[in-house]
C-alpha cells in the first residue's frame, strides 16, 4: 500500500510520541544551563513528576544577555506602540538588559531576594515587562494582575501571593477614560491582610499618583538610583511566576510556572508553532495580565531572540478598526497573534477590510487566534481580506502554550475553520468519557491530557498542592483534566466545543460565573442567583444574572438589578462585563434543588430545549424566558 509521506508534523509528533524523554532533552539544548539536569524528568517529585530535575538556569539570562553577549545587543527586543499614550519606543536587547537590571537592582534594595513574590499591576508600558524580567533576573517570583481588575481581586492575589513589593503604576488608558490604578492599589493593600513591604510606582505624565511616604518608592527614581544586578541561577523548578485565574469557586487559583520547562516549552513553541526564530518580528496583541500575554508578549519571543511588539491600546477605537494593520504595516510582524473577539470587533466596524487595503500587510505570514474558540466565519472572513492561513489554537493558563495548533514550523496549517488543530508535540491529547474510559476518534467527551504534562505546564497551585490534585488529576487518574469538552475527529483535528465547569470567555478573558454569584449573593436583598454566560456576538459570551429576591423586599426591581450592576463592578472588576441582571421569583431547580444553569444559558440564547427530566417545576423556564423577552 503507498504511504503519504510522513509531514514535519506527523514525524515529530512521532519522535515525541516515541520517546518523550529524549524529545525534550534535545529541545533544551536550546537553552542555557548554568548546572544540566540530573534526570531530564524525575516522576518521584512533585504532583507528576518534575522536569529537568537539578539543573540550574536563569530566564532572564535566557532571554536578554545571551542575546547580548551573542552579538546581537543592538536588536530591537521589544517596540511599544502605545495609540493611547502617542508614543511608539523601541528598545534593544543592550537597552532592555539594562533597564532590567537596575529595575532588580531597586527591587532588590527595596528588600526582594530569591523566591520571595512581587506582584505587578501595571497597564501595557514596557516597564511591564521589565519588571516581570527583573523578577526572573533575582529568581523572585512574579504574580502579575490584569489592570482591569478592580480592589478586592487585586487584595485577594495580594493576600495569596503576600508580596515582598508590590509594582504598580500612577494609571492606565482606557478609551475615553484615565484609570487610576493607585487608589485602586491603595484600597486593595488596606483590604488585605499581608502587607508588601514597598510599592514601586511609574508615574505617568497624564495622571500623577499620590505617594505614600516610607511605603511608595518612584519607580524612574528607584531604577536610576539603583545598582545593576546580574542574574541570580534558580533551580529548573523553582517558580518563575505565579498567575491567578478563574476557577471554579470564587476564590482564584494561583497558577505556578517553573523556570526550566517553562523555558525549553516556550523557545520550542516558537519555532515549532509560529514558525519564528532570531531576528523575527512576533506582535502578540493581548495584556501581560493574561498568560497570552505572560507567554508571547514577554518571554517566547524573548528566548527565541525576537523582537517582540507590546501595543496599549484597542483593536477599534483607538483611532479606528485600522489600528492593528496600521502596527502591523509599521512595525512588521510576521505573526500577529490575538483573540477572536478582536478579530470581531473589527469586522463589525470594518466588515469589507477597507482599512486592510490601506496598509501595507506584505510581511504579515500567519494570524493566530486563541482565548475562546474562534467562529469560522471570523475565521473565514479574516483567512479571506487578509489572504493568509489564519490558525485557531486551543490552550489555557495552565499549560502557558499551546495544547493544540496549526503549526507553521512544521509545515501543518489548521486546515478546518472550527478546528483548533492537531496536539502539539508535547501533549498526549485524549478524549475521555465521564468514568474516565478513551473514547474512540469522533466522540465528544473530555478533554484530557495524559501524564505527564509536557514542560511549561503548571506543576502545581500556589502553597495548594491538593487544590491542584482535585482540579486537575483526580477525576481521570492517569490524566489532567482541562475542563473543556471537544472531540478528535477521523484525521486526527482537535474542535473543542467549551467548558464543562462554570468558567467563562468574555471578550477572551477567562471569568467564572461562581465568582459573580458570590458577589450577588452578598447584597442584602438577594435570597438566591445564578450566573450564566450567554451568547454575544462580539465578545462570545457576557454574563447574565439572575436574582430572586428575599420575601419583603419592596424595593424597585431596576434600583437593585443596577446595584448588582454595580456591585460586580466595584468587586470584580470593569473586566467582567457584567450590566445584565434580572429579578425574577423563582429559579429553575432540580428536585434535588440543584439550580439548572444549563437550562437558563440555553434560553438565555434563544435555543428551545425541553425541560430536563429532573426538574422540579418545568413552568419556571417559561417565566424565565418571559422576562429574558422584556
Ligand atoms: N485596565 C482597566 N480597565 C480595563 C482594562 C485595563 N487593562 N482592560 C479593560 N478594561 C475595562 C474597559 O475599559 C471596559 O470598561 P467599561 O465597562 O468602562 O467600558 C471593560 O474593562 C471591558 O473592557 P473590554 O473587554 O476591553 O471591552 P470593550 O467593550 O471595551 O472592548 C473589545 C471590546 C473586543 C474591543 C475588547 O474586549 C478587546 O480588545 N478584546 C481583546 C481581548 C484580548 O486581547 N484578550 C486576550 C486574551 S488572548
Ligand atoms: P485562559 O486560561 O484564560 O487562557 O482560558 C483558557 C480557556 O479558554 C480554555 O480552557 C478554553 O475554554 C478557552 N480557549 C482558549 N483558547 C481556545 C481555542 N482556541 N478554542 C476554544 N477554546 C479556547
Avoid at 26 to 45: Q, S, Y
Avoid at 168 to 174: H, I, R, T, V
Avoid at 329 to 335: G, L, T
Amino acid at each position: 500500500m503507498d504511504q503519504q509521506p510522513a509531514s514535519g508534523y506527523d514525524a515529530v509528533y512521532a519522535a515525541f510520541r516515541r520517546d518523550p524523554k529524549t524529545f525534550w532533552e534535545e529541545r533544551a539544548e536550546a537553552i542555557e544551563w548554568e548546572r544540566r539536569w540530573d534526570r531530564v524528568f524525575d516522576p518521584t517529585l512533585g504532583t507528576f513528576g518534575q522536569w529537568f530535575a537539578g539543573a540550574r538556569l536563569n530566564t532572564c539570562h535566557n532571554c536578554l544577555d545571551r542575546h547580548v553577549a551573542a552579538g546581537r545587543g543592538a536588536q530591537a527586543a521589544l517596540i511599544w506602540d502605545s495609540p493611547m499614550a502617542g508614543q511608539v519606543r523601541s528598545f534593544s536587547y543592550a537597552e532592555l538588559r539594562e533597564r532590567t537590571a537596575r529595575v532588580a537592582g531597586a527591587l532588590a534594595r527595596a528588600g526582594v531576594r530569591r523566591g520571595e513574590r512581587v506582584v505587578i499591576y501595571m497597564p501595557m508600558v514596557p516597564e511591564a515587562a521589565i519588571a516581570m524580567l527583573a523578577c526572573a533576573r533575582l529568581g523572585a517570583i512574579h504574580s502579575v494582575v490584569f489592570g482591569g481588575f478592580a480592589a478586592p481581586e487585586l487584595a485577594s492575589r495580594i493576600a495569596d501571593a503576600q508580596p515582598t513589593v508590590v509594582v504598580s503604576a500612577s494609571c492606565g488608558l482606557e478609551p475615553g477614560r484615565v484609570v487610576a490604578y493607585k487608589p485602586m492599589l491603595d484600597a486593595a493593600i488596606d483590604l488585605s491582610p499581608h502587607k508588601p513591604r514597598a510599592c514601586l510606582i511609574l508615574q505617568r505624565d497624564v495622571l500623577r499618583a499620590e505617594m505614600q511616604v516610607g511605603r511608595d518608592l518612584d519607580f524612574d527614581e528607584a531604577e536610576a538610583a539603583a545598582a545593576p544586578q546580574d542574574c541570580v541561577p534558580v533551580p529548573a523548578t523553582d517558580p518563575l511566576y505565579i498567575l491567578f485565574t478563574s476557577g471554579t469557586t470564587g476564590r482564584p487559583k494561583g497558577i505556578v510556572r517553573d523556570n526550566g520547562g517553562h523555558a525549553v516549552a516556550l523557545q520550542t513553541s516558537m519555532g515549532m508553532v509560529y514558525g519564528l526564530g532570531t531576528g523575527d518580528v512576533f506582535w502578540t496583541a493581548s495584556d501581560v495580565g493574561w498568560v497570552v500575554g505572560h507567554s508571547y508578549i514577554v518571554y517566547a519571543p524573548l528566548l527565541a531572540g525576537c523582537t517582540t511588539v507590546m501595543y496599549e491600546g484597542k483593536p477599534v477605537g483607538t483611532p479606528d478598526a485600522g489600528a492593528f494593520w496600521r502596527v502591523c504595516a509599521q512595525h512588521a510582524p510576521r505573526v500577529l497573534f490575538t483573540a477572536p473577539t478582536a478579530l470581531r470587533a473589527i469586522k463589525q466596524q470594518d466588515p469589507e477590510g477597507t482599512h486592510m487595503r490601506r496598509h501595507d500587510l506584505s510581511r504579515l505570514e500567519a494570524l493566530y487566534l486563541a482565548g475562546e474558540r474562534c467562529d469560522p466565519p471570523t475565521a473565514i472572513w479574516a483567512a479571506e481580506k487578509l489572504k493568509i492561513p489564519v490558525v485557531d489554537h486551543w490552550w489555557q493558563t495552565e499549560t502557558g502554550w499551546a495544547i493544540t495548533a496549526g503549526f507553521r514550523g512544521l509545515g501543518l496549517f489548521s486546515p478546518k475553520p472550527g478546528s483548533g488543530g492537531r496536539p502539539s508535540p508535547g501533549h498526549d491529547l485524549q478524549v475521555l468519557d465521564d468514568s474516565g474510559a478513551v473514547l474512540p476518534r469522533g466522540q465528544t467527551g473530555n478533554l484530557a491530557l495524559r501524564l505527564p504534562l509536557a514542560p511549561g505546564c503548571a506543576p502545581t497551585l500556589w502553597q495548594n498542592e491538593a487544590g491542584y490534585r482535585a482540579a486537575y488529576l483526580d477525576d481521570f487518574p492517569g490524566f489532567y483534566r482541562t475542563g473543556d469538552a471537544g472531540v478528535i475527529d477521523a484525521d486526527g483535528d482537535v474542535s473543542v466545543m467549551g467548558r464543562t465547569d462554570d468558567i467563562i470567555n468574555v471578550a477572551g478573558h477567562r471569568l467564572s460565573t461562581g465568582a459573580m454569584e458570590e458577589v450577588l449573593a452578598a447584597h442584602p436583598d438577594v435570597a438566591e442567583c445564578a450566573v450564566v454566560g450567554m451568547r454575544d456576538d462580539l465578545k462570545g459570551q457576557v454574563p447574565l444574572g439572575l436574582a430572586v429576591l428575599k420575601a419583603g423586599v419592596a424595593r424597585p426591581a431596576e434600583t437593585i438589578a443596577a446595584e448588582l450592576v454595580a456591585l460586580v463592578r466595584a468587586r470584580i472588576g470593569p473586566v467582567a462585563a457584567f450590566r445584565d441582571a434580572r429579578i425574577v421569583a423563582r429559579l429553575p431547580k432540580t428536585r434535588s434543588g440543584k439550580i439548572l444553569r444549563a437550562s437558563i444559558r440555553r434560553i438565555a440564547d434563544g435555543e428551545p430545549a425541553a425541560p430536563p427530566p429532573t426538574i422540579d417545576d418545568p413552568a419556571i423556564l417559561d417565566e424565565i424566558a418571559s422576562v429574558l423577552s422584556r
